[in-house]
């Protein structure tokens, strides 16, 4: 009896070592195709059928139908409570595998990638990046200090052609992008810009974010919305629209008469039988606006300037008689209230998006300043730029001969940020290069098995106090950047073999382009 026991024991203790969900292999990988995790699934049964037959035979061993009997009762209990005890110890275990990125430094920087795989050591990376991808202080400077001095002379044209009771607003430009801070790759320079403008009074912009409007679904998270408030909008808060007024008195809102062309015109930048701003509608008013501003200016410069991409509103090229060329973006935007966000029309980088009410938020001046406030903390020569700088080459490079996919220089940039929480400032110095870009890499591959990489300003309790993120987005519920894979299973397999194909070709990558520039 007692033998029968312990025969029984330790079968049952077998399965539940052998158990996939509890004790997972350390070079176990979820199986990629429905085939495999049938596969998976049909040799667990199987196993299963072998443990039944062993035990029945030692049921049927037994001395008296009595001791089987209560063999059988025995048995029949402890399967359920392992089966209890596997579902609660499953969960447990997916739970602590799905933990926020950037949380932990051991969670945040787990992963198997960089076994197998060679990545070359600091010295030859530094003279990579010296040789390949550093651009000299001057030459940006440079670069930038024509486009913001053009960019200021063609906004004024602009306003000066604009009716001011009537069209468009145009305000000063904002400078944002890895070009303004310090981490632009592409040769030659291109530079982004962002226009804020806003309409004419008595209307007004009300910007809705999806983190205060509920009507947003899930799937366009990091949207917004701008709708526009006409004079007769009781939204919009007058008290004319409220009261009895008498025929001697004016509203100083509307003391003048406004015509209905006016409110025509409004309606022409918003989305069809809706009071939305729409994008496309505004990337028609920009781009006219635009040329009619460099028609009255041109004669004062010696280059010639057209767009180079009709499906982005300001993406211009400036060709100078020497053949010399200059590339840059402005982009229209709309003020969050009195804040640093602003809402996008379009991303110079981004695919032209399907809904046309639905902007893009960019928090492109908090990152701008967080980075500058992180700085000031880190090492002289600290090497956080080198490494998202080396990063996007290679991508980039492996992309030309992979073909594009679901990645972005943005998604590079969201994991240096959250890195940068979690390493120590001294652990950035220069003498660093190759851990940090292997952790950046790590972090990486953690991020895309998993489907998820969080904004870094969302729902961040993280985040500086320096940086004034508005308290709405500081409290929100952080955001998956990575939706999209979980959504298109071809473009997520596209990209991590992407991603690993970079990884094999590391050396391959740094040693071409360092040669080939040595020998220019």
Known sequence: MASGIFKVCMIVVTAIVNHPLLFPRNNATLPTTDEALIQKLREYEENHKTQQEQLEK??????TPQEALAFWDIWSAMSMFLLLLIEVLRQDFMNRNSQDPGKEEDTFLSGNMLKGVSIP?????????????????????????????????????????????????????????????????????????????????????????WVIDQSITPHKQGYGTIRVCRPDDKEAGCVCGK???????????????????????????CSKNSNYLAK???MMWFQTSLTKAWSKISHKYEFDLNFRNLNIPGALRVKFRSGKVISFNITPVVQYEDSDLYLVSHFPSAPEPQDNIYWDISFAVYEKRFLKEVAKHLPD??????????????????????????????????????????????????????????????????????????????????????????EVFRLAEPFNLFRPFVLNRDLYQNTLATFYEMLKNVNVLVNEYTLHTSLE
């Open 243 to 269: 009261t009895k007024l008498g025929e001697d008195l004016l509203c100083l809102v509307h003391s003048q008469n406004i015509k209905k062309n006016d409110n025509e015109d409004m309606n022409l930048l």
């Open 58 to 63: 030692l049921l049927s061993d037994q001395e």
């Open 381 to 470: 020569n600290s090497c956080h730029l080198s490494c998202l700088q080396i990063m996007t080459f290679l991508y980039s490079k492996q992309c030309s001969i992979s073909g594009q996919t679901g990645l972005t220089t943005y998604h590079l940039k969201t994991v240096l940020l959250h890195l940068l929480l979690v390493r120590p400032s001294s652990e950035w110095d220069r003498s660093h290069l190759d851990s940090r870009l292997k952790d950046m890499l790590r972090s990486l591959e953690k991020c895309l098995l998993e489907k998820k990489l969080n904004h870094f300003m969302v729902g961040n309790p993280d985040l500086p106090e320096s940086v004034k993120l508005p």
């Open 121 to 209: 050591e600091k010295t030859i990376l530094a003279a990579f990046y010296d040789q390949c991808i550093k651009v000299t202080t001057h030459e940006a400077a440079r670069t930038r200090e024509f486009v913001e001095g053009f960019v200021d002379d063609l906004l004024e044209a602009l306003r000066s052609l604009c009716n001011r009771d009537a069209d468009m607003e145009v305000e000063d430009s904002v400078c944002v992008g890895s070009t303004y801070e310090n981490w632009r790759v592409n040769k030659p320079l291109e530079c982004d810009l962002i226009v804020p403008f806003a309409p004419p009074e008595p209307f007004q912009f009300e910007c809705r974010p």
């Open 280 to 282: 496309d509608q505004v």
